[in-house]
């Protein structure tokens, strides 16, 4: 069979398509080199289908046509790519429990002068100044001024902790929002992954959206991701019988997302002490007397990581923070007016109470005041007086000092209060507090240092997790990013076989015209 005399221009020209092809894919590169979620792609170029040679005895072979771009390749590593998400997960889970710590130490400020523990130092030593001269009005004074402090300074704490809280609470429901919004989005391009794929199309850019939500919900929850044959993916949370499905799984087709999680499994605790927790993730339970409902089957005991975890621990940090105070103030404030009650004022009368509930608030089961989130406050007697301060008792009469001597000995004295350690996941949490004693000063020590314990610990697994995702990223962009100089290189390699194409054409063109000028 002959050959066509323009065989050779249909080889130039795919020689010039080929290298144009790959030109606009360098170009896509380029243009997409900080598009979140691109993968580099690349023109695999192969032999165009070679011509047959004459049936001859000695046949000299095929005769090749030139070039052609076969497929345009996603570069991306799925091993390297599920590692980053770990790892990224990891880091989200410790970055979001550690901002909350440092909220909780912020507000804590200890050591410093307006500190729980100095304004409860500063109530005893003017009882200890009162103790030296228990008639000196001036000296009472100071007793009733350095009580207004302990209580201004443990509502302020107790206020700036429930706006952590509900704060918390917010960020966990619009995250948890988000996760149902990604899955969604990953439910409809998996359905146009799967059509195009069907007929055999590579469709990148569909891939690269939809990876930009799978790394969103992997940083919000740890998620599991499995590829289906189709190019379809199944999301869920957790394993086993327990998983949430997110997209597709037990949920139905991979075109189908999980709509509202099902609140039923996120319901952490069913007794949430605030009005201002999440209904996706109630807090913790921690009320002032100490009971709370256990968890069971919830998200929190699904999740493994992400920061929709880190900021679960956190806010369960914030609870057990409250639950320690509401176990101290109910403790101190018992002690002191019970001491007080047991002394003589002025008018030769026993003592009034120092703290009352304030104006506003209800009490627990305990007796307790409470605020509207269930935390214990507390309140200066408005209607005390300097007379009505008890620092004599019925041993050394009105005008004595046995009970101020007294009340200085409750700061030596050891009581016994519900603490919660800080220690562990949320799901670990009890349903009571672990009896605990010791001094006033020794519990709020051991309330700080619980925290700050804690603040390491998660800062030592922040760091660890920063330096992986950190490492993981780099290997996972060493195949997936856009290397610039690499691209320049390959536009000047493509440049070449372009002009090298375009030059042959016209060597060529010459040949024809020639041979049409002589057989003319």
Request: net charge negative; no cysteine.
């Amino acid at each position: 069979m002959p050959i066509s005399t323009f065989l050779g221009l249909n080889i130039g020209v795919n020689a010039l398509e080929t290298a144009t092809q790959t030109e606009n894919v360098i170009a896509n590169n380029i243009a997409n080199a900080n598009t979140p979620g691109y993968a580099v792609e690349n023109a695999l170029i192969q032999e165009s289908s070679p011509f047959p040679a004459d049936n001859e005895s000695l046949p000299v072979g095929q005769l090749g046509q030139g070039s052609q771009v076969s497929q345009i390749q996603r570069q991306t590593n799925p091993y390297l790519v599920q590692q980053d998400r770990a790892n990224q997960a990891d880091l989200q889970m410790y970055q979001s429990h550690q901002t909350v710590l440092t909220q909780i130490q912020g507000i804590l400020n200890e050591p410093s002068s307006d500190s729980l523990q100095n304004s409860v130092d500063q109530f005893f030593q003017a009882w200890q100044t009162l103790s030296t001269d228990p008639t000196n009005t001036a000296a009472r004074q100071a007793v009733i001024e350095q009580a207004k402090t302990v209580a201004q300074t443990f509502q302020t704490v107790t206020q700036q902790l429930e706006d952590v809280q509900s704060g918390l609470a917010g960020t966990i429901e619009g995250q948890v929002n988000q996760l149902i919004t990604d899955a969604q989005n990953v439910a409809q391009l998996n359905a146009q992954i799967a059509m195009q794929t069907a007929i055999g199309q590579s469709p990148n850019t569909l891939l690269d959206q939809r990876s930009v939500y799978l790394d969103d919900m992997s940083k919000l929850a740890g998620v599991n991701i499995q590829y289906q044959e189709n190019g379809t993916v199944t999301v869920s949370i957790g394993s086993g019988s327990n998983a949430v499905p997110l997209v597709g799984g037990a949920n139905g087709s991979e075109y189908n997302a999980n709509q509202d999680l099902q609140p039923s499994q996120l319901q952490s605790y069913q007794n949430a002490p605030s009005g201002g927790t999440s209904s996706y993730l109630p807090s913790s339970g921690y009320t002032s007397s100490g009971n709370a409902s256990p968890a069971s089957n919830n998200l929190i005991t699904l999740l493994q990581s992400g920061s929709i975890l880190g900021n679960a621990q956190g806010l369960d940090d914030v609870n057990k923070t409250l639950a320690n105070l509401n176990s101290f103030l109910d403790t101190f404030a018992t002690a002191v007016n019970n001491q007080q009650s047991s002394g003589l004022d002025l008018n030769n009368s026993a003592g009034p109470s120092i703290f009352v509930a304030p104006a506003g608030a209800t009490t627990d089961s305990s007796g307790q005041p409470v605020d509207s989130q269930g935390n214990v406050v507390l309140d200066v007697n408005p209607s005390l007086t300097t007379n009505d301060i008890a620092a004599g008792s019925s041993s050394d009469g009105a005008d004595g000092n046995s009970n101020a001597n007294a009340m200085v000995a409750l700061s030596t004295s050891t009581n016994t209060y519900s603490s919660w350690t800080y220690a562990g996941v949320v799901s670990d949490a009890t349903q009571s507090g672990t009896a605990s004693s010791g001094t006033f000063d020794q519990t709020l020590a051991a309330l700080v240092s619980g925290v700050g314990v804690e603040a390491q610990g998660v800062q030592a697994g922040y760091n660890t997790a920063n330096a992986l995702a950190e490492q993981s990223s780099n290997l996972r962009q060493s195949v997936s990013g856009v290397d610039m100089n690499a691209q320049a290189a390959e536009m000047v390699q493509f440049q070449n076989s372009y002009n090298a194409a375009a030059k042959y054409i016209s060597i060529f063109n010459q040949m024809l015209q020639t041979l049409i000028q002589n057989v003319g």
